[in-house]
């Protein structure tokens, strides 16, 4: 195979973007083959778009069509894994947006037919393409940082008025996105979390509003306390209201402290490690000695682009993954014991009772205020340049 | 009264600092006639310090001789209430070291002697001098900032090794402090908190880590979350273990964000309020109008001296009190509610049960290791020019 034949699921706002990207040239070694949505304003602006490029009305038939090596799967949300698994039983290759999933009991289950079907399987975590996370990850994983004591995630800074949350009938609703900001903004930073530390949290307690300051269903605002087997703890806040909001990460480790904040990365970093320090100090306020080190800028991330290349690579080359699709699990059992936290307004223990969520979430689903026969979303893309 | 004359209680580390401070005329309008020690070694370098002064071994000896108008009480944390109790009780001002008292149930006691003594009555928040502190204050009561959405504390710079818990056998232990971070170290921050925005949590769920890297019996690490009347959120992070650590407040408000850290405070401030931005717009990314405000440099902090100068100047001019002794409960309270939540590992609504509270922390005094028959401190005071 010398080139990597795309299909993409689904054309709306994220499903376009990508699908030009690749039509315009921007990925080395793909094209763009095909696409497929159920909407038939779609379908006709997608031969607008792109053309000489196939337009189906089903994922089905384009899978049939022997067109595509590849899909992207762009469908809304709880269709993810649902698409997914259709396209690894088809034999291609997938590349899924974000979120995996809505709930884990559903995207176990993509997992399984990605495994049985040896295919490449990648998800579209384009923040693990942003240098500073890559960095962070590297300074944690050589040990430079030592031992995992505390991580901070102030992520305030996902704005969204009420004219957003009014752009789609199915937005913030239960049965149209599943959730709210953990679902819909913070899916990259719930997977940065675990990614960069090496860590999964032990236990979760957890504290959701719904639908603070907007006329939404679902949970717009969080704070949520994460301990690890290592004895570290974190927290994670986030918010939709909040102006201006803040993006600040702060891991503390037996070795300092690093701090992202503006897009750009301090290194507090001890002579000696903590523990060193405090075995041997014996001045009673005595404190470590600390370098403040600026961490050079670590350039540009070549986000969507970059994730498109490394799995188109993957294919052709045999590279590795630099975001496999199985490890989109991860950040969603965080996102799904946060509610299931707030839910039940106790701890949440990892692995915790999947089913559990899924009645809790489907209680939700059955009172949610969105019914799936209305039209799914605007006509035609929205410029989305300013998101993720 | 042309001066205030004044005795200590206590001549320990703080209570030997504050005696300085007015034996060498750092405050206007007072001068240092007394003090007491029940610890012999002290007494003798004490007069050694302060020739002039007059030495007693006990608070009702130096009380009964006439000597003094106003008290400093410096005594360990637990006598706080019971030494001010009998400073009223011969009408006698009293001006009280942070913390108030080490349980909700005690101070009330204090403040109601104060009450009824009608004296002028103190507390030793010299962080609210902070010139950064007071302008937060100033432009949230005067509504600059709008109504208060979150508060962020990671107040985590408190770093104390294990020789410094070695230095006192009373230090860290449940009979001999009644706490740890939150009852040495944090009681400023845990003021300052309610004080700035000018409100109380309803309920608080926090989550205290005892004896982390540490070998001691106490709470060193604590992540508390705080929900308001209003709906307004909060977290409070701490440790001594952690380097090097941060102090960062961070306050968003309907009008935009307010951060201190690094001595500096930054305004984002919303052109327009975020629910009057909100229920206009109509495009579905906009965003508020936001701009960054540098607050201008508000000079150094008078500190302690700043406290004994203004709690003077009430005494003989009648000047509004910057501390007054009966807000020294609001931080205690917030202080006790974070034991109370992890110690019944539930929510703490406020004002909680404080014979709960008495109860859980005399089962903690129980089986504390420290017995009061034991040296208090070491004999003489080390230099804490560099602690509060």
Not at 62 to 82: F, R
Not at 117 to 133: A, D, E, H, V, W
């Given at each position: ?21 690749i039509?315009?040239?921007g990925?080395?070694?793909a094209e ?29 038939a ?21 698409e ?6 088809a ?51 050589s ?14 800074n996902?704005?969204r ?5 009014d ?17 819909n903004?913070?899916p ?31 949970e ?9 087997a290592?004895g570290?703890t ?5 918010s ?28 507090w970093?001890?002579?000696?490690s903590e523990?060193?320090f ?32 490394n799995f ?37 223990e990892?692995?915790?009772d ?5 009645e ?29």
């Open positions: 195979m010398s080139k990597v034949r795309y299909g993409i699921i689904g054309v709306g706002n994220m499903g376009s973007a990508h699908a030009g990207t039509f315009h040239g990925i080395k070694g763009l083959t095909a696409v497929c949505d159920g909407l038939p304003d779609k379908r006709e602006w997608a031969r607008q778009q792109w053309p000489g490029v196939a337009v189906f009305e089903s994922t089905e384009m899978l049939a069509s022997g067109l595509v090596d590849a899909v992207i799967v762009a469908s809304p949300h709880y269709s993810h894994p649902e997914a698994i259709k396209a690894f039983s034999g291609v290759h997938v590349l899924v947006e974000k979120p995996a999933g809505v709930y884990a009991k559903q995207v176990r289950e993509m997992n399984e037919a990605a495994a049985a079907s040896g295919k490449t399987f990648g998800i579209m975590y384009n923040q693990r393409m942003n240098p500073l996370y890559r960095k962070l990850r590297e300074l944690i994983s040990g430079e940082l030592g031992e995992i004591r505390r991580t901070n995630w102030i992520i305030t996902w704005y008025s009420q004219a957003y949350y752009s789609g009938s199915w937005r913030a609703t239960w049965s149209g996105e599943g959730g709210g900001v953990l679902i903004q913070c990259h930073q719930l997977d940065l979390w675990p990614w960069t530390i090496g860590m999964m949290p032990t236990r979760i307690r957890a504290f959701c509003q719904f639908g603070k300051h907007r006329n939404i269903e679902v717009n605002d969080v704070t949520a306390y994460a301990e690890y290592n570290a974190g927290v994670f806040i986030t939709t209201s909040d102006a201006p909001g803040t993006n600040r990460l702060e891991v503390t480790g037996d070795r300092g402290k690093i701090v992202i904040e503006d897009g750009k990365m301090t290194f970093r001890l002579r000696q523990t060193e405090n075995a041997s100090n014996k001045i009673p306020f005595g404190t470590p000695e600390v370098w403040k080190v600026e961490i050079p800028d670590q350039g540009p991330s070549p986000e969507h682009a970059g994730i498109m290349q188109t690579d993957a294919i052709l080359h045999g590279s590795e993954l630099i975001a496999p699709g199985e490890e989109g699990i991860n950040g969603l059992l965080i996102s799904n014991a946060i509610h299931l936290s707030t839910w039940t307004d106790d701890w949440v990892l692995p915790f999947e089913e559990l969520h899924y809790e979430l489907s209680k939700r689903i059955a009172s949610s205020t969105f019914r799936k026969s209305e039209p799914a979303a605007p006509a035609m893309p929205v410029d989305l340049s300013r998101t993720f």
